[in-house]
């Protein structure tokens, strides 16, 4: 996954090149489909693909459902963002007032 790269934009990439190697004859089960993916992840997603591993049995786990899984806790992330955001603003604007 790239610094700025979405997970929608990762797992678009990502199934380019699965097909494109299913296209050649070169198939995977979906548990190394699994697999390769978290591993591609960068070091802010750690926490994440740790509970992930974890929690799930990855030998079973549909790769639709690491994707939804993934996509909540990137816009949960971006909302924290906001908020810290958002908080900073209104400390900075209340210490203009002051």
């Known amino acids: 996954m790239k610094d700025n790269e979405t997970i929608v934009g990762m797992i678009t990439r990502s199934t380019n090149i699965v097909n494109g190697l299913e296209a050649l004859g070169k198939t995977n089960k979906e548990s190394k489909k699994v697999m390769k993916i978290l ?51 209104e400390e900075h604007s209340s210490q203009s007032y002051n």
């Not at 591609?40 to 799930?56: A, L, M, N, R």
């Not at 994707?67 to 963002?81: P, R």
């Open 39 to 89: 591993r591609s992840f960068p070091s802010k997603w750690h926490t994440k693909v740790t509970t992930i591993q974890e929690d799930k049995d990855l030998t079973k786990l549909p790769l639709e459902e690491l994707i939804g899984s993934f996509m909540t806790y990137e816009i949960n992330l971006a909302k924290e963002q906001q908020e810290g955001k958002d908080k900073k603003e």
